[in-house]
């Protein structure tokens, strides 16, 4: 096959139900196409891959580094794994639907080579979505980084006490706060936890974060929208036991006087989906909204 991808990595999460003869059924897919096969070492690891199907691949520890196209098997939770592993190499992702929601896995699994055969040879839709890049710093020495597709969130820990803190954009005090912490989102992540806290929902082409209260104890802090070349800082005034967020699936105790410091990362994340996939039709299917009456 003809196609603009030559090598191709395919991406999944340990133990995700029934998954194993998909990815037998990629893999001959992709061999009889005549690509170069990556298998990210963990799913070799974790015995997710028979031996004879092993031999059709190279297995890599850095799948990002070693593609030019990641397939992503699985729901939301693998994808935004996935992201992060290919977002600093600038690699496109594609994503199969193991999942329940799949906001972000658009392929139905029924239907895996019939659309992925399109969209390799060109037939395919892009989305470039931002993300976040964040460093904490405590005493003026940063103690961890990290990015995120979806959001970073500063929230109250175990114990469920109240955390305050003050935030910043570009330096200007914008306000000081107590609530069970703050959600800063980016268009992607508008549809996740930032739309259960009362957060506005931003089509993915906009360039824009929201800061998102977490119950707050005065009611009339609401959520914000600012441009995605602001730069924020949290300062945290008291922490209790809280702790900072990334995309729900890593997370840092912080302490009182720490700093979070977010801003866009240097790269999009380049997600390509069939070309009959529809935005509005997504959010519709997804949070069940009315369908079309005439």
């Known amino acids: 096959m003809k196609s603009q991808f ?12 029934d998954i194993i003869p998909v990815i037998h059924d990629l893999i001959d897919f992709l061999n009889q196409a005549d690509f ?7 799913c070799v690891d974790e015995k997710m891959v028979a031996p004879e199907y ?10 990002g580094q070693d593609c030019d196209l990641i397939l992503v098997l699985g729901g939301d939770g693998t994808f935004l ?3 992060r592993k290919a977002a600093p190499y600038r690699i496109p992702l594609i994503g199969v639907n193991q999942g329940h929601l799949g906001f972000l896995t658009q392929i139905n699994r029924e239907n895996m080579v019939e659309e992925l055969t399109k969209m390799f040879m060109g037939q395919y839709l892009a989305d470039e979505c931002i993300l976040l890049e964040t460093a904490v710093l405590r005493d003026g020495e ?3 980084h990290g990015i995120a597709l979806n959001d970073t969130v500063v929230s109250r820990g175990g114990t469920g006490q109240m955390i305050e803190f003050e935030v910043f954009i570009n330096d200007e005090f ?12 980016t268009p992607t992540g508008s549809t996740a936890y930032s739309l259960a806290a009362g957060g506005p929902i931003l089509q993915t082409a906009i360039r824009a974060f929201t800061l998102v209260p977490i119950c707050p104890q005065s009611m009339s802090n609401r959520p914000i929208v600012i441009p995605d070349n602001s730069e924020i800082r949290i300062l945290i005034t ?3 036991d809280a702790r900072v967020h ?5 997370f840092l105790d912080i302490q009182s006087l720490d700093e979070i410091v977010i801003h866009r990362y240097r790269h999009n994340l380049r997600v390509l989906h069939p070309v009959d996939y529809q935005y509005y039709k997504t959010l519709r299917q997804k949070l069940h909204w009315g369908e079309q009456i005439v």
Request: aromatic share 8%; with cysteine; proline share 4%.
């Open 6 to 17: 030559q090598r191709v990595g395919i991406l999944t999460r340990p133990r995700t139900p």
């Open 36 to 42: 170069e096969i990556y298998l990210d070492k963990q």
């Open 54 to 63: 092993q031999q059709k691949c190279y297995i890599s520890e850095r799948i």
């Open 81 to 83: 794994s996935a992201a």
């Open 142 to 144: 940063e103690i961890y």
């Open 174 to 185: 914008v306000l000081s706060q107590r609530s069970d912490g703050l959600i800063v989102s």
């Open 238 to 240: 008291k922490a209790g």
């Open 246 to 250: 990334y995309d729900g699936q890593s």
